[in-house]
Structure formats: structure tokens, C-alpha cells
């Protein structure tokens, strides 16, 4: 499968998407003004612990103090002992105490009303390997499938090792690559690693000691494949500092670099602006005429897959069938693009063939192995669903690109026309029990004050006999449907 990496680059916002065959599979934005912090160090305080959620809170210089778990705080030589061996997590009070100064490192972005969320376990990243300071032993990433693969490649790195050398998990960058090439990166993040260190002493409470990469040249670390053939860049600045990051980390995707010069916007030219648009709403058509409806809260993002337009040719079962298929693989698609985590719950088409059910589930399987996200998929559940968990590192697209709407607060749908003529009503019979006035002035947007006007009229009428004074309405443009002020005169 033939992919390109396309980065578009303004003053305000960075963009990098990833294309298969013509089609975008993942897009991600970095905006100057609210980066991403996963993968950044900071010389944090504690400004509370809490015994009861075996929990600490930091803060780092955000608006809202960050989260940082017992379970992901490293444990001191010395306090391992019996608590290691029994696999428990010290209590919190023994690791952390108040105004404490502590050195931590992002691993969520802060998520909607959420802080976020740290680790003390400690770690830098180049192209091939991850390093990890304070543990020990070398992991290899599950996505480098082949044994002799992996075996080489542990063999590599731990002939260059000291006994007390730290830990490494090699990335699946470095399937395939030369011992040469993993030394450069290990003696690359050992240097890194030492300035930090030196600079330690210098950074105040709240202040970031290391920062990652920015999105364009992340992008090169870690959504560069041997699949990948060309990497285009429509920002002139960018590309000089593209050439000279993969001249001195990533030689061999310096000639798969090209910067794009075209009238056309990049993201036009291969239809990612349109994707993107369609990623932020509900529905999904298919290509079959079903479609897909994407409802994303707080607890879970649910999925409904129904057949539309979609009649089939032989009988129920196969259009529905051939309609979970193909909705496998868009969902599969749609969760990588729209960036979904957390619970997520497919209601898929209920099919009454046990084999039509595992058919599905596999075809979802498959379709998902290519999501760098960290997964779990659970089988089809007693009322027909499957359950799965998607890990959540940063906020959805979304979340990224939209905020609440100011008249429904989020929910998704407004009070009718008709709901507020009546609540108008009530609200007006309420003021005539308890002040005297001659008549009434509402103030109210344009579609109720129309419906009070011509289908309530009969309504205002019988409310004026019934009050014994008149009732005038008046348009305000800045009220939403659901504003409105009843004024006495």
C-alpha cells in the first residue's frame, strides 16, 4: 500500500495528514497558540495528594493542575522490597508530599475538563529507540511481528549496553534498519539526555525542561514508513528545516521529500479539506446507501449502523450482512480520522447467522491493524454490540476544531419555537398575579416573535381577554430561540 505524507504549514497552524492509496486515514493539527504537550518534561510541585484516589495533583505552568497516578510514579531503589514482589503500588503519602518539587513528563494532553495526565517515568525518543533513564531491559514493539526481526535487533542494541544503561523499547521505525543506524540514535538520546541533566538545576517550578518536536518534523519521526513514498511540504521555511532533520536523523527519506509548489492548496489537492468537513459530522453515508451515526459524549462515543437507501438483490439477511461489512471498514477509518478514544460501542445491524457475526468482527479486526493507537476489540455482546477501547492521547478532531454550540450548551438540540411561546405564556400569566402593569413587552428572537404573530396569534388573543391587558413583541437580533424577557409597561 503506497502512502504519502502531506504537511500544510501557516503562521497559526500546522496540519499533517496521512493519505493510503488517494484516501486520508489520520490528520493531525497543531496550533501555535495551544501546542500539544504529550512527550514534554517539566519541573513540577506538588499542590495536593490525595491518600483516597492514591493520586497527586501538579502543578506545571497549566490553567488547570495536572494528574500524576501512583502507579505512574517510579519507585526509589530501596522502597521496592516486599511491595515489588506482591506487584502493589506503594501508598502515595510514602512517594510525594506537598511542595515537593518533582521532575514529570506529559502523557495525555489535558481533554476537555480533564488536567493532564504525568508520569515520573521518565523517557526521550528518537527515530528508532525509546529511552527510558530510570529502568532497565530492552522491549521491542509488538508491531515488528517476525521473530528473527525482533531477536536481531535486541541482539544489536544490547551489545552496546552497560549493565546499568537504562531501559530501551525499540520503535517500529527500526525493523529493518543497520546496527550503524541504532547507534547513531543511541548515542543521539544519551546526549540529549546529559543536557538535560545539566540544564536541570536551571529550570523554576512550572517551567518545561524538555519539549517535543513540533507536529511537521514529528511527523517525520513517527509517521515515517518504508511505505511512505513521498512526503510533501507546502511551506517553503519548513522544508529547509525537514531537509536538515532527516540529513542528520533520517538519511533515507531526505530524497522522498519534496516541497509542493503548486496554485492549489495542498490539502485541496487531494480532497483532505473535504474529509476533514465530513469527519465533523453525525453521519457517514456508505458507498452501499447505509450509513454510519457518530454520537461522541464525555463517558463513550457510540456507532449505529443502518442501511439507508441499501435494498441488496438476494434477501434480508445478506443486505444486511454486506452492509456490516463495508460499515467495518469506514468505522475502522472514521475512528483513525475523527481521532476517537476511550469506550467506544458499534451497534451494528443485528444479523441472526452466528458466522455472518464472526465474518464482521474479523473484518473490523483487520481493518484496525493498521492504527498506531493502542486497541482492544471484545466480541459481539448479548444484545449484538461490540464493545472496544481505543487508547486517548489527544483530543479529537472535534473537540480540536468545534466548541459547544451557545444555543443548545451542547446537548444537540434546541427548545422549539412553540416550547418558548409557551413557556412565554406561563411566564406572563406568573408576572400579572404578582405586579401591576397596563400591558406587556416581550422581547424575543425572530422565529418566535413570527410564531406568537401567526399560528399562536388565536393563543395571544385569548391570553390578553384573559389578562385584561394587551401584549406588544418586539425582535431582538442577539437572542437565541431560547432567550426571551417579558418586560411590564
Known amino acids: 500500500m503506497s502512502s504519502e505524507i502531506l504537511?500544510?504549514?501557516t503562521p497559526s497552524e500546522t496540519r499533517a495528514a496521512v493519505v493510503d492509496n488517494g484516501v486520508l486515514q489520520e490528520v493531525f493539527i497543531e496550533r501555535s497558540e495551544c501546542r500539544g504537550i504529550v512527550g514534554n518534561i517539566y519541573k513540577g510541585k506538588v499542590c495536593r495528594v490525595l491518600p483516597g484516589m492514591q493520586a497527586s495533583f501538579v502543578e506545571i505552568g497549566l490553567s488547570r493542575a495536572a494528574f500524576l497516578h501512583a502507579s505512574d510514579i517510579s519507585i526509589p531503589q530501596g522502597q521496592t522490597g516486599?511491595?515489588?514482589e506482591a506487584n502493589e503500588v506503594p501508598p502515595i503519602t510514602s512517594l510525594l508530599r506537598e511542595g515537593q518539587e518533582v521532575l514529570v513528563q506529559v502523557i495525555k494532553d489535558p481533554l476537555g475538563s480533564k488536567g493532564a495526565r504525568l508520569t515520573t517515568q521518565l523517557s526521550v525518543s528518537s527515530r528508532y529507540l525509546v529511552y527510558m533513564p530510570e529502568t532497565q531491559g530492552v522491549g521491542v514493539s509488538l508491531k515488528i511481528e517476525g521473530d528473527d526481526e525482533r531477536k536481531r535487533l535486541k541482539s544489536c542494541l544490547l551489545a552496546q549496553l552497560d549493565d546499568d544503561a537504562g531501559g530501551y523499547i525499540l520503535r517500529t521505525a527500526a525493523e529493518g534498519v543497520?546496527?550503524?543506524d541504532l547507534i547513531?540514535?543511541?548515542?543521539?538520546l544519551h546526549r540529549l539526555w546529559e543536557k538535560?541533566?545539566?540544564h536541570k538545576s536551571a529550570v523554576k517550578c512550572g517551567e518545561p525542561l524538555h519539549e517535543d518536536l513540533p507536529l511537521a518534523l514529528r511527523a517525520f519521526r513517527d509517521l515515517y514508513t518504508v511505505n511512505v513514498e513521498k512526503i510533501k511540504i507546502d511551506s517553503s521555511e519548513t522544508y529547509q528545516k525537514a531537509m536538515r532533520f532527516s540529513e542528520g536523523l533520517m538519511p533515507e527519506c531526505a530524497s522522498r521529500i519534496e516541497h509542493y509548489k503548486g496554485d492549489r492548496p495542498l490539502f485541496d489537492l487531494f480532497s483532505v479539506e473535504d474529509e476533514i468537513k465530513k469527519a465533523l459530522e453525525r453521519k457517514v453515508m456508505l458507498k452501499s446507501g447505509g450509513y454510519l451515526i457518530f454520537d461522541q459524549t464525555e463517558a463513550m462515543t457510540t456507532v449505529d449502523v443502518n442501511t439507508g437507501g441499501f435494498v441488496g438483490h438476494k434477501n434480508l439477511e445478506e443486505t444486511i450482512f454486506k452492509t456490516n461489512l463495508e460499515a467495518a471498514q469506514a468505522i475502522a477509518r472514521q475512528l483513525r480520522v475523527r481521532n476517537l478514544g476511550g469506550i467506544i460501542i458499534l451497534d451494528f445491524i443485528d444479523m441472526d447467522e452466528v458466522e455472518h457475526q464472526e465474518q464482521v468482527l474479523r473484518t473490523l479486526e483487520k481493518a484496525m491493524e493498521g492504527d498506531r493507537a493502542r486497541h482492544n476489540i471484545c466480541g459481539v455482546s448479548e444484545l449484538g454490540l461490540i464493545e472496544m477501547t481505543r487508547k486517548r492521547t489527544r483530543e479529537s478532531l472535534e473537540h480540536i476544531l468545534c466548541e459547544p454550540c451557545p444555543s443548545c450548551a451542547g446537548k444537540g438540540y434546541a427548545k422549539s419555537a412553540e416550547t418558548i411561546c409557551y413557556e412565554i405564556f406561563r411566564e406572563i400569566i406568573r408576572e400579572v398575579?404578582?405586579?401591576e402593569t397596563t400591558q406587556f413587552l416581550v422581547l424575543a428572537s425572530q422565529d418566535v416573535i413570527d410564531r406568537l404573530n401567526e399560528e399562536d396569534?388565536?393563543?395571544?388573543a385569548e391570553l390578553e381577554q384573559f389578562i385584561g391587558k394587551p401584549i406588544?413583541?418586539?425582535h431582538e437580533a442577539q437572542y437565541s430561540r431560547e432567550q426571551f424577557n417579558v418586560v411590564l409597561m
Do not use: R
Not at 184 to 188: I, P, T
Not at 457 to 460: D, L, R
Open 184 to 188: 547513531a540514535d543511541l548515542v543521539y
Open 472 to 474: 406588544l413583541f418586539q
Open 178 to 180: 543497520s546496527e550503524t
Open 82 to 84: 516486599d511491595l515489588q
Open 433 to 435: 398575579k404578582q405586579y
Open 196 to 198: 538535560l541533566l545539566e
Open 457 to 460: 396569534s388565536t393563543n395571544v
Open 7 to 9: 504537511i500544510n504549514v
